[in-house]
């Protein structure tokens, strides 16, 4: 929204100022008449009872002050028509006027708060949005006549936010200026000579990868390496089609995907734990925190398209060696189920068992044609060792989901870029090292007979001093901490998901 818009959208001085105006017994009239829902005209009428129902919007000064919270929300990736009718669209009085105002203001409040809009409608979200007792704030401020104090109360104030918000700021200044696409040629890699480098280069300059003085050879392939590394691609300096298609997304499209993923840290706690696990499935990246500073990073596989990784938290109570794995019915069915009706030697081959069945364990005396997904009278359990799905070790975190860490004996599986893999469990490249970060000195707890079990392949189960808090989180577009912006796809569609449901 430009600026000569935002001024037109500005209640015009049609009738006194606050400090001159006396209660106004028709304001509440213009609140009935706001339309919306009931709580909403509520939240209005607190607003304008602790000002004695007295106009808010009329002066240069809060105009002034009004047009700057607007333009501050488009820089939060807010997108200001959609709070409603807003002041200056043919309100039929000027009271009602200064109601849109402080409606929009309000929604705008709540929005920031994260106590509206995109929880409900993101698939897969199972965070509950931060409390924010919204109105009382904007009482205050109302009082005070301080009304960009009270948004600016409940913007995260987290370092990933305020970067990313410089970001989107970034990528609107961009989108300003038209975007050409640079033209594809099927799978060839695009070479030092072709005509198309200098479209390419030029691309690289505006998106900050590149010096504007261009440097030669090594300075291009460093800032093709550098602009995959932000994109999650294969950092060899080679311009090919995946390299093509993130350099021919425009800016506009960037900073829209940046506006849904600050959507997503309103709907985040305000304050995080000192010390606690992210994962950010977008990225299939995993970090160790301890009071904001990354401690551990480790490459992650999550879910996949059809068994996407949950948004949600729970906490890490301890640590299991060689862990058992208990298949779920739903691979039972789905998956192995129908091996064993093409190969009844599959159990015994994969060291999965039939759980209490102590005679033919491994169920080559079973007839598994005759059941199916409705008709499955068995638990099936994988034994621990190497091969086990689980690896060696599994971080225990009871959750409705059922999802947890572990490690994996498919190490070949972090070599890949796009990591979205498993079956909604987070698999961990790092898990040994996370396992001994997480129960500080191995030396404390490995006694000899912990020693002996788990050189036996025995299970063992150790707790954690202190629960540890886990964050499963979803972030497209998000920042180093020197401010560096960095995409993701969105696997799960849960951009396109808020996007559409704005």
Same mark, same amino acid.
């Given at each position: 929204?430009?600026?000569?818009?935002?001024?037109?959208?500005?209640?015009?001085?049609?009738?006194?100022?606050?400090?001159?105006?006396?209660?106004?017994?028709?304001?509440?009239?213009?609140?009935?008449?706001?339309?919306?829902?009931? &709580?909403?005209?509520?939240?209005?009428?607190?607003?304008?009872?602790?000002?004695?129902?007295?106009?808010?919007?009329?002066?240069?000064?809060?105009?002034?002050?009004?047009?700057?919270?607007?333009?501050?929300?488009?820089?939060? !990736? @807010?997108?200001?028509?959609?709070?409603?009718?807003?002041?200056?669209?043919?309100?039929?009085?000027?009271?009602?006027?200064?109601?849109?105002?402080?409606?929009?203001?309000?929604? *705008?409040?709540?929005?920031?708060?994260?106590?509206?809009?995109?929880?409900?409608?993101?698939?897969?979200?199972?965070?509950?949005?931060?409390?924010?007792?919204?109105?009382?704030?904007?009482?205050?401020? *109302?009082?005070?006549?301080?009304?960009?104090?009270?948004?600016?109360?409940?913007?995260?104030?987290?370092?990933?936010? +305020?970067?990313?918000?410089?970001?989107?700021?970034?990528?609107?200044?961009?989108?300003?200026?038209?975007?050409?696409?640079?033209?594809?040629?099927?799978?060839?890699?695009?070479?030092?000579?072709?005509?198309?480098?200098?479209?390419?280069?030029?691309?690289?300059?505006?998106?900050?990868?590149?010096?504007?003085?261009?440097?030669?050879?090594?300075?291009?392939?460093?800032?093709?390496?550098?602009?995959?590394?932000?994109?999650?691609?294969?950092?060899?300096?080679?311009?090919?089609?995946?390299?093509?298609?993130?350099?021919?997304?425009?800016?506009?499209?960037?900073?829209?995907?940046?506006?849904?993923?600050?959507?997503?840290?309103?709907?985040?706690?305000?304050?995080?734990?000192?010390?606690?696990?992210?994962?950010?499935?977008?990225?299939?990246?995993?970090?160790?925190?301890?009071?904001?500073?990354?401690?551990?990073?480790?490459?992650?596989?999550?879910?996949? =398209?059809?068994?996407?990784?949950?948004?949600?938290?729970?906490?890490?109570?301890? =640590?299991?060696?060689?862990?058992?794995?208990?298949?779920?019915?739903?691979?039972?069915?789905?998956?192995?189920?129908?091996?064993?009706?093409?190969?009844?030697?599959?159990?015994?081959?994969?060291? @999965?068992?039939?759980?209490?069945?102590?005679?033919?364990?491994?169920?080559?005396?079973?007839?598994?044609?005759?059941?199916?997904?409705?008709?499955?009278?068995?638990?099936?359990?994988?034994?621990?060792?190497?091969?086990?799905?689980?690896?060696?070790?599994?971080?225990?975190?009871?959750?409705?989901?059922?999802?947890?860490?572990?490690?994996?004996?498919?190490?070949?599986?972090?070599?890949?870029?796009?990591?979205? +893999?498993?079956?909604?469990?987070?698999?961990?490249?790092?898990?040994?090292?996370?396992?001994?970060?997480?129960?500080?000195?191995?030396?404390?707890?490995?006694?000899?007979?912990?020693?002996?079990? &788990?050189?036996? !392949?025995?299970?063992?189960?150790?707790?954690?001093?202190?629960?540890?808090?886990?964050?499963?989180?979803?972030?497209?577009?998000?920042?180093?901490?020197?401010?560096?912006?960095?995409?993701?796809?969105?696997?799960?569609?849960?951009?396109?998901?808020?996007?559409?449901?704005?």
């Amino acid at each position: 929204m430009g600026l000569a818009l935002l001024m037109s959208l500005m209640p015009r001085a049609s009738y006194a100022a606050p400090d001159a105006a006396p209660p106004s017994p028709t304001i509440w009239s213009a609140i009935a008449a706001a339309g919306g829902a009931e &709580l909403e005209r509520e939240e209005l009428r607190a607003i304008y009872r602790a000002v004695d129902g007295s106009v808010q919007w009329t002066s240069p000064a809060r105009r002034a002050e009004l047009m700057k919270i607007l333009v501050g929300l488009e820089a939060d !990736g @807010i997108d200001v028509k959609g709070l409603g009718a807003l002041p200056g669209n043919g309100a039929p009085s000027p009271l009602e006027d200064d109601v849109a105002a402080t409606r929009a203001v309000l929604r *705008a409040a709540h929005v920031m708060a994260g106590s509206t809009q995109g929880a409900d409608i993101i698939p897969g979200w199972h965070i509950a949005p931060p409390a924010a007792d919204v109105v009382p704030a904007l009482v205050e401020s *109302a009082r005070g006549g301080k009304w960009e104090a009270a948004i600016a109360r409940f913007r995260p104030t987290t370092p990933a936010y +305020l970067h990313l918000r410089t970001a989107h700021l970034h990528y609107r200044r961009l989108a300003l200026e038209p975007w050409r696409a640079v033209a594809l040629d099927g799978p060839r890699i695009v070479e030092r000579d072709d005509p198309r480098m200098i479209e390419i280069i030029e691309h690289l300059i505006l998106l900050g990868d590149l010096e504007k003085e261009y440097g030669g050879a090594d300075a291009l392939d460093a800032a093709v390496m550098r602009f995959q590394k932000r994109h999650g691609l294969e950092e060899d300096g080679r311009i090919g089609p995946a390299t093509l298609a993130e350099l021919n997304v425009s800016p506009a499209s960037r900073a829209r995907q940046i506006a849904a993923n600050l959507a997503y840290w309103r709907l985040l706690p305000r304050s995080w734990p000192q010390r606690y696990v992210a994962v950010n499935a977008a990225a299939a990246e995993l970090e160790l925190l301890q009071d904001g500073q990354s401690q551990l990073s480790s490459r992650v596989i999550v879910g996949d =398209v059809r068994h996407p990784t949950p948004v949600m938290s729970a906490s890490i109570t301890a =640590v299991t060696f060689n862990p058992p794995w208990n298949v779920p019915i739903s691979i039972a069915t789905r998956e192995i189920l129908p091996r064993l009706k093409r190969d009844p030697g599959y159990l015994e081959r994969s060291n @999965i068992e039939i759980v209490g069945r102590t005679q033919d364990p491994h169920g080559h005396e079973v007839d598994w044609q005759q059941y199916a997904r409705g008709h499955f009278p068995f638990q099936l359990r994988q034994v621990p060792g190497p091969g086990n799905s689980l690896g060696l070790v599994k971080f225990e975190m009871a959750n409705q989901f059922d999802v947890y860490l572990h490690d994996t004996p498919n190490r070949s599986l972090f070599d890949k870029n796009a990591r979205a +893999l498993s079956h909604g469990c987070v698999r961990v490249q790092c898990a040994q090292e996370l396992a001994d970060r997480l129960l500080d000195d191995p030396s404390v707890w490995l006694t000899s007979d912990a020693s002996a079990a &788990l050189r036996g !392949g025995r299970t063992l189960s150790v707790r954690l001093k202190q629960p540890l808090p886990v964050y499963l989180l979803y972030f497209t577009a998000f920042t180093d901490p020197d401010g560096t912006t960095h995409f993701r796809p969105d696997v799960y569609g849960r951009d396109a998901a808020l996007a559409a449901g704005r």
